[in-house]
C-alpha cells in the first residue's frame, strides 16, 4: 500500500523526522543506501530526509508544470487562430517557457511536498495499519480533508512568496481555493482510492 511517491506508505512507519523504533534497527542492521541521505555523523542511526520522494516530488511538479504551460499556449494558439496546424507549432509550443515557474514548482515540490507527504503517508499508514474498508475510506476522507487544503494553502504561498506578491495572498485564497480543491477532488480521491 505505497505511495505515488516513491513508496512513501506501505505501513514502514515512523516520520522522516522521526524514525520509528523498526527503522531504527534496520538502519543498525544493513548498510545505507545513497538515495537514504543518511547524515554520516550520526552514524546512521539520526534523522533522514526522504530523498527519493522528494527527488520524485520535484520531477512531477517539474513535469505537471511543463504539460500545464505547454497546454495553455497550445490552447491560447487554437483561439488565437483557426488555421489549423502549422509547420512550427513545436517551437511556438516550447518557446516562451517560464523556467523559473516550473523551477519554482521543482522547489515546492522537492522541499515541501515531497517530504511533508511522506511524513503523511507514514502517518496514515501507522495510525491505521489494518487493510479494511472503513481505514481506507478514513484515509481517503484524511487525505482529501487534511492534505488536500494544506496542499493547496501551501502552494499558493509558496508562489506568492516567490513571485514577490505575498498582500495578494489572502484575495488569491478567496478566488482560487474553493474551485481548486473541488478539482483536485476530482482527480484526487480516485487516486487516493487506488493508492491506499
Not at 17 to 31: A, C, I, N, T, Y
Not at 57 to 86: C, H, P, W
Request: charged share 20%; proline share 5%; aromatic share 12%.
Amino acid at each position: 500500500m505505497g505511495s505515488l511517491l516513491g513508496g512513501a506508505g506501505g505501513g514502514h512507519g515512523g516520520l522522516w523526522w522521526r524514525p520509528s523504533e523498526s527503522q531504527k534497527r534496520q538502519g543498525r542492521r544493513r548498510s545505507s543506501n545513497p538515495s537514504d541521505s543518511v547524515d554520516p555523523t550520526t552514524g546512521g542511526g539520526g534523522y533522514r530526509f526522504p530523498l527519493r520522494q522528494a527527488l520524485t516530488a520535484g520531477s512531477l511538479a517539474f513535469t505537471g508544470d511543463t504539460i500545464a504551460q505547454v497546454s495553455e499556449r497550445y490552447r491560447k494558439r487554437n483561439a488565437d487562430s483557426d488555421s489549423g496546424f502549422s509547420k512550427d507549432i513545436m517551437w511556438m509550443l516550447c518557446s516562451n517557457h517560464d523556467w523559473l515557474r516550473a523551477l519554482r514548482m521543482a522547489s515546492y515540490g522537492f522541499l515541501l511536498y515531497g517530504p511533508g507527504s511522506y511524513a503523511w503517508y507514514q502517518y496514515l499508514d501507522r495510525a491505521l495499519p489494518k487493510q479494511t474498508v472503513e481505514n481506507l475510506l478514513l484515509k481517503v476522507l484524511l487525505n482529501q480533508i487534511v492534505l488536500g487544503p494544506s496542499v493547496v494553502a501551501v502552494v499558493f504561498a509558496w508562489n506568492n512568496i516567490w513571485l514577490g506578491k505575498l498582500s495578494e495572498l489572502p484575495n488569491k485564497y478567496q478566488k482560487d481555493a474553493i474551485p481548486t480543491l473541488i478539482t483536485g477532488y476530482k482527480f484526487w480521491v480516485p487516486v487516493s482510492v487506488l493508492n491506499f
